[in-house]
């Protein structure tokens, strides 16, 4: 399942690739397109030629794209993700395998000799964690490793789908 994004909606967009779904945020278009903001008619058309499911707050976008669009309510990270996996299935389980760089959605490849990424980390990090992966897109090269941020979304997650 992959996914296209409305502005608006940065931090989803950076959770559905940090748990591995390919997802193009509308932001990211402004560029590709060079217009901005995207008119709604170029966003459709991209992400049907692109197989992508647009994800959005926008009530006439929803309605112009309905049989492949997500109309999310509210407010709140928590609360979005909690809609995707209710009302459509959508599942959140993070590995490193399968995660996609939080910033520009390229894959993640493991780190193998950890000195390589020494001085993009901080020096507790680096001293403290030993698996390490780094962003597949050379001009990007972000590094993650499994630490105290992706177990309090895990926890956060955890804990807002059992309470429904
Ligand atoms: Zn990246």
């Given at each position: 399942m992959k996914f296209l994004v409305d502005s608006m909606l940065g931090k989803l967009?950076?959770?559905l690739r940090i748990f591995g779904y390919d997802t193009i945020y509308a932001n990211d278009l402004i560029n590709f397109f060079n217009i901005n903001p995207v008119p709604d008619e170029l966003l459709i058309d991209y992400a049907s030629k692109d197989n992508r499911i647009i994800i959005t707050k926008d009530f006439p976008l929803y309605m112009r794209y309905k049989d492949k669009s997500i109309f999310l309510k509210g407010e709140g990270i928590y609360n979005y993700l909690h809609q995707l996996n209710k009302q459509f299935g959508i599942k959140f389980e993070f590995s490193f395998k399968q995660a996609r760089c939080s910033i520009c959605n390229s894959q993640l490849?493991?780190?193998t000799n950890k000195i390589s990424i020494?001085?993009?980390?901080?020096?507790?990090?680096?001293?403290h964690f030993n698996e390490f992966y780094q962003c597949s897109n050379l001009q990007c090269k972000k590094v993650?490793?499994?630490?105290?941020?992706?177990?309090?979304?895990?926890?956060?997650l955890g804990k807002t789908l059992e309470f429904d």
């Open positions: 967009t950076r959770f490849e493991r780190v020494k001085s993009d980390v901080l020096k507790e990090t680096y001293n993650y490793w499994q630490g105290s941020h992706i177990e309090d979304i895990q926890y956060k």
